[in-house]
């Protein structure tokens, strides 16, 4: 496994931090006539779209939803809006410190003041200093609409098959029309595992290696109440309820809340097929009893997480196939958080070569 793009392998075994070397040594400019397709526009395929363009490559980015974001994005409800997905993140590397630091100065992003709580049995401990925590001004897609200014976004455009026509690659979307006619050199495949895995058939090898990581789902409820807990937490991990891990609360200006709480993974996968009004009617439930409080919902949604968190990621940064020129990139590389995910579309966009 060779992580310099020259054969025919994949790419890229280190460790988080060892990423800024590798930034430090980027492969260098490339020209508009080597034209990259980026399916998936998370976190991961947006930091590698931004750093192919800044290279002067010629990206384009297809997302299958109407908004960028992927698993950290947010959800705008007429009962306010709502991050469903991943409400915070960390920063444990200098290169991502300085990447934050520089969407703080933007205004996107902002250390978490909030409240944060453990509870277990009678006990509550405080987490607030435990780690820094970072949020996007406004919700989480803040971030990614950040990183996408001024890139080529096709948004509401699932790719369905890549088809190799003769040196380049075609992309077909589900209907089997191209959203992009005239081809691309290379592919980057930035999306949980096993749906890159599906995309990546003429490249077996990287298959192989998509189809190593296992993936654990998570149920999310989302919940407007029409009148104020009293609680004085913003987020609680919860350590001793089988379904609920994570309970988070934003007060409104109205005197209502807006509540995002995340299920265990065992109790999701228990119930992947149950329907989502009922999930959220399951969560809403375990809130009231485990906190002890009652609640009238304004709004109540339950939203799936099918791949939500790569149960153990392949600690490398990237994965690219030099024969085929499909690589594969996110949070199940290097690090199974929004920072992994980052640094591994960065590591792919600085040391991808024509
Ligand atoms: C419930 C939950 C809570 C979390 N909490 C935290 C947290 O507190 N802190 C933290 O750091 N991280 C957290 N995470 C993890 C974090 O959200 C992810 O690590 C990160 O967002 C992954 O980014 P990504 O770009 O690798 O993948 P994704 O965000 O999954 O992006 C993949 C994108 O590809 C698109 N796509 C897939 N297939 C296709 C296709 N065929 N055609 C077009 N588009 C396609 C998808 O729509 C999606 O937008 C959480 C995740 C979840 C689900």
New binding site residues.
């Given amino acids: 496994m060779a992580g310099d793009g020259r054969g025919p392998q994949l790419s890229g075994a280190a460790p988080l931090a060892d990423a800024e070397q590798l930034t430090r040594s980027e492969a260098g400019r490339l020209t508009q006539d080597f034209r990259v397709a980026v399916?998936?526009?998370?976190?991961?395929?947006?930091a590698c779209a931004r750093r192919l363009f800044a290279r002067g490559a010629k990206v384009t980015v297809?997302?299958?939803?109407r908004r960028?974001?992927?698993?950290?994005?947010t959800l705008r409800t007429e009962f306010g809006n709502f991050d469903?997905?991943?409400?915070?993140?960390?920063v444990q590397s200098h290169t991502f410190e300085r990447t934050v630091a520089q969407w703080m100065q933007a205004g996107i992003a902002a250390r978490c003041t909030g409240r944060i709580i453990a509870i277990e049995g009678k006990t509550t401990e405080d987490k607030t200093a435990s780690s820094a925590r970072y949020v996007g001004v406004g919700g989480m897609i803040s971030i990614a609409r950040h990183v996408s200014e001024g890139l080529d976004v096709r948004l509401d455009?699932?790719?369905?098959s890549i088809l190799r026509v003769g040196s380049r690659w075609s992309l077909l979307d589900e209907n089997e029309r191209s959203p992009a006619p005239g081809g691309f050199d290379a592919v980057v495949l930035?999306?949980?595992s096993v749906?890159a895995a599906r995309?990546a058939v003429a490249a077996p090898a990287l298959v192989q290696h998509l189809n190593m990581v296992e993936w654990r789902p998570?149920w999310?409820a989302l919940l407007t109440t029409h009148a104020s807990s009293g609680f004085d937490f913003a987020g609680a991990f919860v350590n001793d309820h089988a379904a609920l891990a994570?309970v988070a609360r934003e007060n409104d200006d109205s005197g209502s809340e807006r509540w995002v709480l995340?299920a265990t993974a065992s109790w999701s996968a228990s119930r992947v097929s149950t329907s989502s009004d009922d999930i959220a009617s399951l969560l809403a439930q375990a809130l009231a009893e485990r906190f002890n409080f009652g609640f009238r919902p304004a709004f109540m949604a339950g939203h799936r997480?099918l791949?939500?968190?790569p149960v153990r990621p392949l600690l490398e940064r990237y994965l690219w196939d030099a024969e085929s020129r499909i690589g594969a990139?996110?949070?199940?590389c290097q690090g199974?958080?929004?920072?992994?995910?980052y640094l591994?579309?960065d590591a792919l966009g600085a040391s991808m070569v024509p």
Avoid: K, V
């Avoid at 469903?84 to 960390?90: D, E, I, M, P, R």
């Avoid at 455009?157 to 369905?160: D, K, L, M, V």
């Avoid at 199974?336 to 995910?341: D, I, T, V, Y």
């Fill in positions: 399916i998936g526009a998370g976190i991961a395929g947006l297809f997302e299958q939803n960028p974001g992927g698993r950290a994005a469903h997905g991943a409400q915070y993140f960390t455009t699932r790719i369905g930035a999306m949980p749906d995309l998570c999310a994570w995340h997480w791949h939500a968190t990139i996110g949070d199940w199974p958080r929004f920072e992994g995910a591994s579309g």
